[in-house]
């Protein structure tokens, strides 16, 4: 295990204890700064990387806030069929303010149905959402328009709002930022990557704040260092006191969420 | 106010990009006049009439089409329906005007012996009528192929139909028509008075149905309620 | 058995030395590393030295800002406040008030 990698070992450690984002940033900064000017072995200078967040979690504390806080979204009964397949059963998830939720299961199970039923996109055939506060949404793709550049973006969704431009460019930059990208730039959507078109939906959707965020398989076409971002920035808001819907089929990092909605079917064939 | 300022800032905006739509924007006019120069000048004008009509629905089309994944967001974003079907719509009104003068000096200086304020005025019902009418096609035909097809038909049809008879009534640019024949032939009052309320009445009828059918499809779903921030 | 002993006298008086050479002026977590050793009191891991660090910064008793070095990349440099002194002199003498006694006691013996 080299540097980079008992470095990120030492982070994921550190998310997993709850320290808050800036203070892990700083504590893996300087453990950086000290290996690389006195070299030596992560394992021997730092011991195992558990055992040192668990020092650093000793000294500093975890992150402040209420947690679990107040119901914020509410999912119960939820059944969807099409034609004469039942997608989804009497699907039931409860997320708290400060919370991440994670809804996983095998492709085609209903998780985005699901999602898209929770933002109020479709109808289900039984069941009822209560939602508090404002609902952030974030599709899988199509979200973005190709002929705007991502500051139009940003002041069309923050005038959503009541936003003037000024702030919503500044807010959008700050947010895509906080994600890696520097969306200063004067490229129109259609003509950004596939991972910078995701980053640019994922900041539409945090914009304008929202007390309750559901992200469907944010992170296609990410590379390593975007999807360690990613994660960095839905700790953060949860941190702040949102609850975080992610669906997700990558199942390593559901030791970051709180709660798992597992939707793959109990019993195979078993439909009426 | 500002919202609806926005939606239509930014259809203009995302339509003046697209450069190749719009440069067939504007030829699809100019052909369909200079194709009739050479017969009677009536001819050429309601070609010209009907192509700046084609040509405005078309783009109402595809930006109604383009913005379908995008609306449930804004919604959630804290739009109403109406900021986002009236803010297309005025941005497509204003690209149609843009997209009308050039091809209204064109009659000014290409032909004689016009009533151009009749010119002028056919233009802007051909506008009024094409933007909710693509918007319309756009939001009932999910996919831009079937949509330009009806679309082709319909104009088709305007082309075709005897203007005297009552089926042309029904038709959506018989308005332009009528005005048409006041400005080339000089008939009566009578032409321009008629076109003038048949534009007004049918851009009327279009918009309550654009708003219905953006009102049901961004509803509020029952199924979702929403609980004060505690 | 004398490694364990030792660490234990460490981590009572870690913080003590800590404030004490931050006294002299700011410095960073590899150069107290180093300051440490050279003065005797041996070689102090990161796995150590940081925890006490981020304790006396959560405490008050130093500040911290990043900043970049004449030479070499942006470190962490720690400076002693008023608070961190007054520690710093209480807990110093408390120290020599225990080290003194003991000192005395096991003199005895050592070279008896």
């Known amino acids: 295990m080299n540097d980079d990698e008992w470095l990120r070992a030492f982070g994921a450690e550190l998310h997993q204890r709850r320290v808050a984002v800036d203070a892990a940033r700083h504590v893996i900064a300087e453990a950086a700064t000290h290996l690389r000017e006195g070299g030596g072995d992560p394992w021997l200078v730092f011991g195992p990387p558990q055992a040192y967040a668990a020092a650093i979690v000793e000294s500093i504390g975890t992150a402040p806030g209420p947690r679990p806080g107040p119901v914020r979204l509410h999912a119960t009964g939820i059944t969807k069929r099409y034609g004469r397949r039942?997608?989804?059963?009497?699907?039931?998830?409860?997320?708290?303010?400060?919370?991440?939720?994670?809804?996983?299961?095998?492709?085609?199970?209903?998780?985005?149905?699901?999602?898209?039923?929770?933002?109020?996109?479709?109808?289900?055939?039984?069941?009822?959402?209560?939602?508090?506060?404002?609902?952030?949404?974030?599709?899988?793709?199509?979200?973005?328009?190709?002929?705007?550049?991502?500051?139009?973006?940003f002041v069309l969704v923050g005038a959503g709002q009541g936003m003037a431009r000024g702030p919503a460019r500044r807010a959008g930059r700050a947010a895509a930022r906080q994600l890696g990208w520097d969306a200063e730039s004067t490229v129109l959507a259609r003509h950004l990557s596939g991972g910078t078109r995701q980053k640019l939906n994922l900041t539409m959707s945090t914009l304008a704040a929202p007390d309750v965020l559901l992200l469907d398989e944010p992170y296609q076409g990410f590379d390593q260092g975007s999807y360690v971002n990613l994660w960095d920035q839905l700790a953060r808001l949860r941190d702040e006191g949102r609850a975080i819907v992610v669906v997700t089929h990558l199942l390593n990092q559901l030791d970051r969420v709180d709660t798992v909605l597992d939707l793959t079917p109990a019993q195979q064939g078993g439909r009426r | 106010m500002n919202r609806l300022v926005t939606v239509a800032e930014m259809t203009l905006r995302e339509l003046v990009r697209r450069r190749g739509v719009l440069l067939l924007l504007l030829l699809m006019p100019l052909t369909f006049w200079l194709i009739r120069r050479d017969s009677h000048v009536g001819q050429s004008v309601r070609a010209l009439l009907l192509g700046i009509s084609w040509a405005v629905s078309t783009a109402a089309l595809f930006a109604t089409s383009a913005a379908r994944e995008l609306e449930p967001r804004l919604r959630l974003a804290g739009y109403r329906p109406h900021h986002l079907y009236l803010g297309r719509m005025l941005g497509?009104?204003?690209?149609?005007?843009?997209?009308?003068?050039?091809?209204?000096?064109?009659?000014?200086?290409?032909?004689?012996?016009?009533?151009?304020?009749?010119?002028?005025?056919?233009?802007?019902?051909?506008?009024?009528?094409?933007?909710?009418?693509?918007?319309?096609?756009?939001?009932?035909?999910?996919?831009?192929?079937?949509?330009?097809?009806?679309?082709?038909?319909?104009?088709?049809?305007?082309?075709?139909?005897?203007?005297?008879?009552?089926?042309?009534?029904?038709?959506?640019?018989?308005?332009?028509?009528?005005?048409?024949?006041?400005?080339?032939?000089?008939?009566?009052?009578?032409?321009?008075?008629?076109?003038?309320?048949?534009?007004?009445?049918?851009?009327?009828?279009?918009?309550?149905?654009?708003?219905?059918?953006?009102?049901?499809?961004?509803?509020?779903?029952?199924?979702?309620?929403?609980?004060?921030?505690? | 058995m004398d490694g364990d002993r030792r660490g234990q006298w460490l981590r009572g008086v870690l913080d003590l030395c800590v404030l004490g050479l931050l006294h002299d002026g700011e410095s960073y977590g590899y150069q107290l590393a180093q300051a440490l050793d050279t003065a005797g009191v041996g070689p102090i891991q990161g796995g150590t030295l940081y925890p006490v660090l981020l304790r006396l910064q959560r405490t008050g008793l130093v500040t911290a800002q990043w900043r970049e070095g004449d030479s070499g990349p942006a470190r962490k440099y720690y400076q002693l406040t008023d608070d961190g002194r007054a520690a710093l002199r209480h807990g110093g003498n408390a120290w020599l008030a225990f080290v003194a006694p003991v000192t005395h006691i096991v003199t005895k013996g050592v070279d008896g």
Not at chain 2, 101 to 119: E, M, S
Not at chain 2, 149 to 166: E, I, K, R, Y
Request: overall charge neutral; aromatic content about 6%.
């Open chain 1, 86 to 153: 039942t997608v989804l059963r009497d699907a039931t998830l409860t997320v708290r303010a400060g919370q991440i939720a994670a809804v996983i299961g095998a492709n085609g199970c209903g998780k985005s149905t699901f999602l898209r039923i929770c933002a109020g996109l479709i109808s289900p055939d039984a069941g009822e959402v209560t939602v508090a506060g404002r609902l952030g949404y974030c599709p899988q793709q199509g979200g973005t328009i190709d002929f705007l550049l991502p500051d139009e973006h």
């Open chain 2, 92 to 230: 497509l009104w204003a690209l149609g005007l843009a997209v009308s003068v050039p091809f209204f000096l064109l009659t000014v200086f290409d032909a004689n012996n016009l009533r151009y304020a009749g010119i002028a005025v056919a233009m802007l019902c051909c506008v009024a009528v094409a933007a909710p009418l693509g918007m319309l096609i756009g939001a009932l035909l999910p996919r831009e192929m079937e949509g330009t097809l009806l679309l082709l038909t319909v104009v088709a049809v305007q082309m075709l139909l005897d203007p005297t008879s009552s089926a042309a009534k029904l038709m959506p640019f018989w308005s332009s028509r009528e005005i048409a024949s006041w400005a080339v032939d000089h008939t009566d009052d009578g032409y321009l008075s008629r076109g003038v309320l048949h534009a007004a009445v049918v851009t009327a009828l279009m918009l309550v149905t654009v708003a219905g059918l953006f009102g049901v499809r961004l509803r509020r779903r029952r199924h979702l309620r929403h609980a004060p921030l505690v």
